[in-house]
């Protein structure tokens, strides 16, 4: 069943001259991990906040066609109503840290406390959760005196607490360095196991080929394409859309190397294999 | 003459917790990146080489002006730096006004200011911005903005802290081909970046930070090819360079094109 169905969506934000979503209609699967892709002014960060109901409930602007999360329809809805079972982390954490609470931890309670959890169910969650992120051992330092990196697993943590069955990220490891981004990354697909639905934007492409099941390719705000990542990274018109295509893709095409599906790989795994199946062990070392 | 010469720096924010530890550099006009993991230092030495920041011991020289007793405002035309964070350097409410500010504090007459902040918003390709609020652009629009300021007065050193976060792809060539220009300006560029891909691409030195210290330091193929030294700094090579690890080639690549030229010449 679908998780999340999106029909004839088109959106303008107040000020905007042209849509910034224009006729997106798709549907994702419940458990799906989802990679949005595409140049910047594609829509990704507008569909992200149409997901939870920030458009157009926040934004205002002219909002047509639906979502339906479950049952739920976001136009009918409040955000508050919606965020019980949407999550959203913003591209920068700045925005995301409530500026209410002293220390970390209060800033991961600070968002149950709304949902009415009873007290211990909340201290094994902000617990577990803060462990997940790696910020544990920060967890009695101010919010804004930790390192950026640990204050985007912080808007992360603060967010998986509260156990949305949607879980909506908007660049969230772009502050991290390489071993952050890895670790945020199999937090996530972790949790994407349990039936979790995952939306990510990012340009990381290579995390992207790893981790997602599914690729939506935005352009102008436009669905251009929709389908198993295999296939939309190995679109030659990748570039010309404003994304750049898995680094190990890129060389594989770039030397004519595909799998038994005529797909590039996308993996580095992948690409080792066909070089080694070309070219046998007969390079030199 | 090295154009930054740092000789024995240490620096802590708080008594007990030192930052940076013994560092020793000469920099000169080959293009240099720093990496290492967030928490290395990283940041916090290139505010101390912009005079930001002044040293606890030691002492940092940039074309051989003390930084102990030269400000930042006063290094302005030997020095830029991009900050990480656009918001941390943007304040003005128009793009023309936030990047002429630079070449007006260097004495540059209005018209002469005016002529560089509009040629540097071109090369940014932001010209159609010119009049807006940066507050209204995106992230990714007001770090456009900040690598404007700083070409605008033109410095011969140049400081990049992770140009490419949150860049899409265009915007990516659009960086690299700046940096490239400003190289072969003859400025000395230098960048704070976790993509190694981009790194290697571009840089022709490496240093390798790791809790406060240098744990490498040298041209890029010889850096990016000390395996042990980079899981210490818990950093991983280049794609190219794990793949031919993983292919148990024992030569290094840091692009591409090698790795693709040396299967074609096989």
Do not use: W
Request: aromatic share 8%; proline share 4%.
């Amino acid at each position: 069943m679908s998780k999340v169905i999106i029909k004839n969506l088109s959106y303008q934000y107040p000020l905007g001259d042209e849509n910034a979503l224009e006729d997106i209609s798709l549907k994702i699967n419940k458990g799906d991990f989802l990679g949005i892709v595409g140049p910047n002014k594609a829509g990704k960060s507008t569909l992200c906040k149409s997901l939870v109901g920030l458009v157009p409930h926040f934004y205002n602007g002219d909002f047509s066609g639906e979502i339906l999360i479950d049952d739920l329809n976001t136009k009918n809805h409040s955000i508050s109503q919606i965020s019980l079972k949407v999550g959203l982390v913003f591209q920068n954490p700045f925005n995301q840290i409530s500026g209410a609470k002293l220390t970390v931890y209060d800033e991961v309670a600070f968002g149950l406390e709304n949902i009415g959890l009873p007290r211990e169910k909340m201290i094994e969650r902000i617990d577990y959760y803060l462990k997940l992120m790696d910020i544990y051992d920060q967890r009695a330092s101010n919010p804004f005196e930790i390192s950026g990196g640990q204050m985007q697993r912080l808007a992360i943590a603060s967010i998986m607490a509260r156990e949305p069955d949607v879980f909506v990220l908007d660049e969230p490891t772009s502050q991290l360095d390489p071993q952050g981004s890895k670790e945020v990354f199999n937090a996530i697909h972790k949790l994407s196991q349990k039936d979790l639905t995952v939306i990510i934007v990012s340009q990381k492409m290579e995390r992207l080929a790893k981790y997602t099941d599914n690729i939506l390719l935005l352009n102008q705000g436009r669905v251009i394409d929709y389908d198993k990542k295999e296939k939309i990274f190995a679109r030659d018109d990748l570039e010309e859309l404003g994304v750049r295509p898995p680094i190990y893709t890129e060389i594989a095409r770039k030397m004519n190397l595909k799998n038994d599906k005529s797909y590039y790989p996308i993996n580095r795994k992948k690409l080792t294999d066909l070089v080694v199946k070309k070219y046998g062990q007969n390079f030199s070392k | 003459m090295a154009k930054i010469s740092v000789n024995d720096l240490f620096f802590h924010y708080n008594k007990g917790t030192p930052v940076l530890k013994n560092i020793n550099l000469k920099l000169n006009n080959s293009s240099t990146a720093i990496i290492g993991q967030n928490g290395a230092g990283k940041t916090t030495l290139v505010k101390l080489l912009k005079s930001l920041l002044k040293p606890i011991a030691g002492n940092i020289y940039i074309n051989e002006l003390n930084t102990k007793e030269h400000s930042a405002a006063s290094l302005a035309s030997e020095i830029g730096l991009v900050f990480q964070n656009p918001s941390d350097q943007i304040f003005n409410n128009n793009v023309l006004e936030e990047v002429k500010f630079g070449p007006l504090n260097l004495d540059y007459d209005k018209a002469k200011a005016e002529e560089l902040a509009v040629e540097s918003i071109q090369r940014v390709g932001m010209e159609d911005m010119i009049d807006e609020n940066p507050y209204d652009l995106s992230l990714s629009e007001r770090k456009l903005v900040t690598i404007a300021s700083i070409l605008a007065m033109d410095p011969e050193i140049i400081i990049f802290d992770e140009p490419t976060i949150g860049q899409d792809y265009e915007n990516i060539k659009l960086i690299k081909n700046i940096i490239k220009n400003e190289v072969k300006d003859g400025k000395l560029v230098l960048t704070i970046n976790h993509d190694m891909d981009f790194v290697a691409e571009l840089f022709d030195r490496i240093i390798v930070m790791n809790r406060g210290e240098v744990l490498a330091d040298g041209p890029a193929e010889k850096v990016f090819s000390k395996r042990k030294i980079l899981e210490k700094a818990h950093l991983e090579p280049p794609s190219v360079q794990k793949l031919s690890n993983d292919l148990g080639i024992e030569k290094t690549f840091l692009t591409k094109k090698d790795f693709i030229n040396y299967f074609n010449s096989l």
